[in-house]
């Protein structure tokens, strides 16, 4: 299945992972879709764009991404800002995240998500 074929799949699912959402009592609020492989290397090496008083300085931090290899390169994978009760859910609520995962886990076999990693519980991916 071509690419672009599967971007739309995972799109349509991402849409029925938001309604899923709000049908179960969660709020939504759309994180980073597509990245740029340059942004996804400062990312893997641990930098960031920082601002200092009016300017904007390369700044080392924690790596984000433990691959170079996302598939948000591929548009194939989307972070949510999910909230219960009005609230963000963070790592510490990963029990809150499990509904999420299920429903996403069970609308493609080609999808997984963070929750299963135990880490990065907001973000949802389909392989290709
Ligand atoms: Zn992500």
Redesign the pocket.
Known sequence: MSLRKNQSIFALNISKLIVYAYESGYEITL??AYRTKSQQYLYFEGYNIMKLGSDLKLAKTDPKSKTMF???LKKL???INVFKDGRLLDKNDKELFKPLAEYWKSLNPKNTC?YYWGW?Y????MSA
């Not at 907001?122 to 991916?125: M, R, S």
């Open positions: 994180g980073e996302s598939k948000h994978a989307l972070d963070g990065d907001n973000h949802f991916q």
